[in-house]
């Protein structure tokens, strides 16, 4: 994925994947924080955000307590639609 663009990444299949994410403090476990987590993966395996979950639990002191996601397909086949009529100006 590096050293690519964000358009030949989503040619390849890569969809916009967020993630809201809510920990505890790690400090204060009662306290609930967010953090929106944002990049381009592939549904339904999602490698970059299951990565980015695996450092998070591996390397960070605040604990997960959830993560909700959406995934979308930015670039999709177009729609046809067939045309009857022809209006034509000048």
């Known amino acids: 994925m590096q050293g690519k663009s964000a358009f030949e990444?989503?040619?390849e299949g890569y969809g916009l994947t967020t993630a809201h994410i809510l920990y505890r403090m790690p400090d204060h476990p009662g306290i609930l924080q967010t953090y929106?987590?944002?990049d381009?993966?592939?549904a339904p395996e999602?490698?970059?955000m299951y990565g980015?979950?695996?450092?998070w639990e591996n390397n960070l002191d605040?604990?997960?307590h959830s993560v909700r996601y959406s995934h979308?397909?930015?670039i999709k086949p177009g729609e046809f639609r067939r045309v009857?009529?022809?209006?034509?100006?000048h």
Do not use: H, T
Request: aromatic share 18%; charged share 20%; hydrophobic share 50%.
């Open 40 to 42: 381009y993966d592939l």
């Open 36 to 38: 929106v987590w944002q």
């Open 84 to 89: 009857d009529g022809e209006i034509v100006l």
């Open 46 to 48: 999602f490698p970059q």
């Open 52 to 55: 980015f979950l695996d450092f």
């Open 72 to 74: 979308q397909k930015l």
């Open 62 to 64: 605040g604990p997960l």
């Open 9 to 11: 990444l989503q040619l």
